[in-house]
């Protein structure tokens, strides 16, 4: 269809077959330790299958709770693929959340940010103090999604929030309507109005946002995260434009506490 081409990125990334293996074992390593050591608890925020979080927990108090929502265009992978993008935050002493939520077909993309919304709720229950949101691709749209009118999370939880960094994220959902994948994703007109970022108000102020681009991305993911932060100008979100990353490797900073990303999510809180 129309978009396929713009909104694939495997195609277009080199070595594009070797990232799923190495996430799995980078994952699994780092979780694996995390489990080991006392660090690692999940959690249960519904009935459904996948409606659980892992809770990575730092040494000592932890300073607030940073969120991960993941990605594969609402249809693929879990929390377990993604664990050692803890690594940074976890370092300068937050916990960190990775919620799994049911995929497209089985759920819609308004269903899917009403559990992200649930899954929230319950880590804010288990850790005191702020939350600063994040989440890649389509976990972009999602954790964007959490910042709008009309809102998906009670005041007392989003007035916690103090920063939200969507990665790469799909703004507006408008574009996928014309892909071969929307035949599981289901967006109507009606979808893609209540549920795109770019075309909500946003419903707290005072949210630091930064919008996060790779480079080498998808001409689309550039445009999606230029229309993103314009949309959200009167907030001053800001774009950042993160030099040589595509869209496999444009989350890595998350590992190093000490890098521009997890700076854009934590610095200063
Ligand atoms: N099959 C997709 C996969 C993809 O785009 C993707 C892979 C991992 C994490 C996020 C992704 N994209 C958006 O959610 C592609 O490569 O075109």
Not at 145 to 155: N, T, V, Y
Not at 172 to 192: C, F, G, K
Not at 240 to 269: K, Q, T
Request: net charge negative; with cysteine; charged share 20%.
């Amino acid at each position: 269809m129309t978009n396929d081409i713009a909104y694939a990125n495997r195609d277009f990334i080199p070595a594009a077959d070797d990232y799923v293996p190495g996430w799995e074992r980078a994952a699994a390593a780092f979780r694996h330790a995390a489990r080991d050591r006392g660090a690692l608890r999940t959690r249960r925020y519904g009935p459904a299958e996948r409606q659980e979080t892992d809770l990575f927990m730092p040494q000592g108090q932890p300073l607030g709770c940073a969120v991960f929502v993941h990605g594969g265009y609402w249809r693929a992978f879990d929390k377990s693929l993604w664990s050692h993008l803890a690594a940074g935050p976890l370092a300068r002493g937050w916990a960190v959340a990775m919620p799994s939520y049911t995929l497209a077909p089985h759920a819609r993309i308004g269903q899917i940010g009403a559990e992200i919304a649930d899954a929230i709720t319950d880590v804010a229950e288990a850790v005191e103090g702020p939350i600063a949101l994040c989440g890649h691709s389509a976990g972009g749209q999602l954790v964007a999604r959490m910042l709008c009118d009309p809102p998906l999370l009670a005041p007392r939880i989003a007035a916690r929030i103090l920063s939200c960094v969507p990665i790469s994220p799909i703004g507006d959902l408008v574009p996928l309507m014309d892909t071969a994948m929307n035949a599981d994703l289901r967006i109507d007109a009606e979808e893609a109005a209540a549920q795109s970022p770019a075309r909500l108000a946003l419903g707290a102020a005072g949210i630091r946002i930064t919008v996060w681009v790779g480079a080498e991305e998808r001409p689309a993911f550039l445009d999606q995260a230029a229309g993103l932060s314009q949309a959200w100008a009167g907030a001053e979100a800001g774009l950042r434009i993160d030099p040589g990353r595509h869209h496999f490797d444009v989350m890595d900073g998350l590992e190093n506490a000490g890098s521009p990303l997890v700076e854009a999510l934590l610095g200063g809180l």
